[in-house]
């Protein structure tokens, strides 16, 4: 029983390119959750999706980044036109219902741009 | 604004002496809150939550206390053991809060065998 699954581990972009994270859900959660983690800081809330539905998106910068998680495959966090303060660690958490029960942090994704 | 914070960045104990990690926070109307083990390079694991009707949970070698007339919460470690060095948060999640968690900066626990 896979946990939650990010990929790729580690991406590096130079400024001004487009960065695509993925993130795979436990098997039969429905709710996705994204955080960011600059270096020795605690994670930030960005954005809480359903299937096909962005719920909460408060924590969404209002330009560059955005988010879906289609009926069939990954989530995706995109972030368009990449600068180095967007380097960052970012991870995905999962849960089978509304709220934290159950709740599910992937490995991150580590994102470096030079 | 709300916030959470710890007081102490980081913590150095005795291989099997207990250890305890404070938390303030000061959104009083908090009203679940976790603490998680986040080791390096993963991402954050649950390790014991608590909720505002509570003022202590006991779990395998770990206890949370809330004090909610301070706004304080400490995760204690009992015989603390080298496979508990990490990173330590607490979160918390309140009534406008939907289902985002709102995360502490993190305490360093470090232990010394």
């Known amino acids: 029983n896979a946990g939650v699954m990010q990929n790729p581990r580690h991406l590096v972009r130079r400024r001004g390119q487009e960065a695509r994270l993925r993130c795979s859900p436990v098997?039969?959660?429905?709710?996705v959750y994204w955080y960011r983690q600059l270096p020795e800081e605690g994670l930030k809330f960005m954005v809480y999706?359903?299937?096909?539905?962005?719920?909460?998106e408060s924590g969404m910068p209002k330009e560059r980044f955005s988010a879906e998680f289609p009926k069939e495959g990954p989530s995706i966090l995109r972030i368009q036109q990449v600068v180095r303060g967007d380097s960052a660690a970012y991870f995905c958490?999962?849960?089978?219902?509304?709220?934290?029960?159950?709740?599910?942090f992937g490995s991150g994704t580590r994102l470096t741009v030079v | 604004g709300e916030s959470v914070g710890l007081h102490l960045p980081t913590l150095s104990v005795q291989e099997g002496d207990n250890s305890i990690i404070n938390c303030a926070y000061s959104n009083s109307a908090s009203d679940y809150f976790i603490w998680y083990k986040q080791e390096s390079g993963k991402g954050p694991q649950f390790i014991i939550d608590?909720?505002?009707?509570?003022d202590k949970r006991q779990g395998q070698r770990v206890t949370v206390l809330l004090n909610k007339t301070v706004k304080h919460l400490s995760l204690q470690i009992a015989a603390t053991q080298p496979g508990d060095s990490a990173v330590y948060f607490c979160a918390e999640i309140g009534e406008t809060s939907g289902s985002r968690l709102t995360f502490g900066e993190g305490t360093q626990l470090t232990v010394n065998p």
């Open positions: 098997k039969g959660h429905s709710h």
């Open positions: 608590i909720r505002s009707n509570m």
């Open positions: 999706l359903q299937k096909e539905n962005i719920i909460d």
């Open positions: 958490a999962s849960s089978p219902l509304w709220g934290v029960k159950g709740y599910t």
